[in-house]
């Protein structure tokens, strides 16, 4: 009777095993990668000038866009401060990252050293 129980626990130990190994390596799946284009760095950004994307760049998570908004005489440039989170960018505000180390540094430059 005792090696019935011995084989059982065993059993039921590699049952275990198998089904966490089998968990760990769906869950472990590759982030979705930052599209770095115009159009995706501005979709949710309103009030931007037809062909008001002056320039723009991305650096992993982080990206930077120079842009016109607005039209006639309410027509002004403006930089954005852009983060990739959750598949989309977003506007974040300059306070917080713009300091050194703290962003990659061609987006520090160009994010955080104009208008």
């Known amino acids: 009777m005792m ?16 089904v966490s190994v089998r968990a760990s390596t769906v869950a472990a799946r590759p982030p979705v990668p930052a599209p770095c284009s115009a159009s995706a760095l501005t979709a949710h950004l309103t009030n931007i000038a037809p062909g008001g994307v002056v320039a723009f760049g991305c650096e992993g998570s982080w990206a930077y866009a120079w842009l016109v908004v607005g039209s006639g005489a309410q027509r002004v440039g403006v930089t954005e401060l852009l983060r990739f989170a959750d598949a989309t960018w977003r506007a974040v505000p300059r306070v917080g990252p713009c300091r050194p180390g703290a962003l990659p540094a061609v987006v520090y430059q160009r994010a955080c050293f104009s208008n």
């Open 3 to 18: 090696p019935l129980r011995w084989v059982s626990a065993v059993a039921a130990t590699l049952a275990l095993v198998a």
